[in-house]
T-cell receptor
Framework: NAGVMQNPRHLVRRRGQEARLRCSPMKGHSHVYWYRQLPEEGLKFMVYLQKENIIDESGMPKERFSAEFPKEGPSILRIQQVVRGDSAAYFC??????????????FGPGTRLTVL | AQRVTQPEKLLSVFKGAPVELKCNYSYSGSPELFWYVQYSRQRLQLLLRHISRESIKGFTADLNKGETSFHLKKPFAQEEDSAMYYCALSVPPYSSASKIIFGSGTRLSIRP
C-alpha cells in the first residue's frame, strides 16, 4: 500500500491562473480530507469528502475554491484565479470507511503551491 | 470555540534531558486528542492518542480536563526525536468521520 498520494508535489502558478491539486487516498479508504498550511502556521481544515459527496466544507473559502471526490479517480482541490495569499502547502488525508471506532487520518506528502 | 494552542514555536533541549511539549485545548464536550509528528522530509503521522494511554517511542501524554491540557512528555530526549510536533483535536470526537483541528506546532530540537 503506497499510502496517500498527492500530485504534483510542487506547483507554480501566476496570479489569475487555475490550480488543480490531486489526492489519491489509501486503498480501501473512502473518506478524504483537505488541509491547508500557511507559512508558520498549523494545518487548517478545509473540506471533508466521501465518494461523490461533500460532507463538511466549513473550512473552505467561499469563493474560488472547490473540491470533488468522484466515483472513479482521485480527489481534486481546485483553486480558480489564484492570488498570492493562496501560496501554501495543501495536505490531503484519508481514513477508512465508517465503522471504525476512531478517526485515524493518514496524510499525504502535500502539494506546495507558489503563486507568483 | 474549538481551539488547540501550542504556546512554544521552538523547544531546544540537550540529549538525555526531559522534554515537555505543551498543549491546551478548548472544547465544550469530552475531547478526543492526538499528537502528530513530522520528521524531516517525511509526512505527518500519528504519534499517539489520549484514549489509548500508550507510550510511543518513550512519549506519553495525559489528558487533564481540569486544566484543559494534553502535554507531551518524554523523560530522556534522543537526537532522533527532533521533529515538528502537532497537538490535535478531533471534531466531533470518537467518530470515524471527523475533522481535525491542529495546533500551530512546536519544533523540537535535540542538541547532542
Amino acid at each position: 500500500n503506497a499510502g496517500v498520494m498527492q500530485n504534483p508535489r510542487h506547483l507554480v502558478r501566476r496570479r489569475g491562473q487555475e490550480a488543480r491539486l490531486r489526492c489519491s487516498p489509501m486503498k480501501g479508504h473512502s473518506h478524504v480530507y483537505w488541509y491547508r498550511q500557511l507559512p508558520e502556521e498549523g494545518l487548517k481544515f478545509m473540506v471533508y469528502l466521501q465518494k461523490e459527496n461533500i460532507i463538511d466544507e466549513s473550512g473552505m473559502p467561499k469563493e474560488r475554491f472547490s473540491a470533488e471526490f468522484p466515483k472513479e479517480g482521485p480527489s481534486i482541490l481546485r483553486i480558480q484565479q489564484v492570488v498570492r495569499g493562496d501560496s501554501a502547502a495543501y495536505f490531503c488525508a484519508s481514513s477508512p470507511k465508517s465503522g471504525s471506532s476512531y478517526n485515524e487520518q493518514f496524510f499525504g506528502p502535500g502539494t506546495r503551491l507558489t503563486v507568483l | 470555540a474549538q481551539r488547540v494552542t501550542q504556546p512554544e514555536k521552538l523547544l531546544s533541549v540537550f540529549k538525555g534531558a526531559p522534554v515537555e511539549l505543551k498543549c491546551n485545548y478548548s472544547y465544550s464536550g469530552s475531547p478526543e486528542l492526538f499528537w502528530y509528528v513530522q520528521y524531516s522530509r517525511q509526512r505527518l503521522q500519528l504519534l499517539l492518542r489520549h484514549i489509548s494511554r500508550e507510550s510511543i517511542k518513550g512519549f506519553t501524554a495525559d489528558l487533564n480536563k481540569g486544566e484543559t491540557s494534553f502535554h507531551l512528555k518524554k523523560p530522556f530526549a534522543q537526537e532522533e526525536d527532533s521533529a515538528m510536533y502537532y497537538c490535535a483535536l478531533s471534531v466531533p470526537p470518537y467518530s470515524s468521520a471527523s475533522k481535525i483541528i491542529f495546533g500551530s506546532g512546536t519544533r523540537l530540537s535535540i542538541r547532542p
